[in-house]
């Protein structure tokens, strides 16, 4: 038996500490907000888990917002990529007419 119980109460409290504290940092809360609104509303379907599935929801929004601005960003990358150069030439030199 775990010596700390898990009621529902602390459950929610917990919770709430998690979101809050991955809510904290607003440059890093892309795609939480949408995700933890989803996770919420599934959790709360499948048996009253609303806090649980806000946070877990949080998690797997940002991993995809993230995810999602990394494939956008190579995108643009490959798509500004510079075409290469010829090396450049040598300067030529012409001899001296005596």
């Known amino acids: 038996m775990l010596p ?3 009621t529902p109460r602390r459950l929610a409290i917990v919770g709430i500490a998690v979101l809050t504290f991955t ?3 607003a440059a890093e809360a892309k795609g939480c907000l949408k995700g933890a609104a989803v996770g919420a509303v599934a ?7 609303a806090v649980v599935g806000a946070a877990a929801g949080c998690v797997v929004g940002h ?3 993230k995810k999602k601005e990394q494939e ?11 075409a290469p150069q010829a090396a ?3 300067p030529t030199r012409t001899p001296p007419s005596a």
Not at 43 to 49: C, F, I, Y
Not at 72 to 82: R, T, V
């Open 4 to 6: 700390y119980r898990f």
């Open 23 to 25: 809510l904290s940092s």
């Open 43 to 49: 959790g709360h379907v499948a048996g009253h888990h």
């Open 63 to 65: 991993h995809l917002a």
């Open 72 to 82: 956008q960003l190579k995108q643009k990358e490959s798509a500004q990529a510079p």
């Open 88 to 90: 450049p030439q040598p």
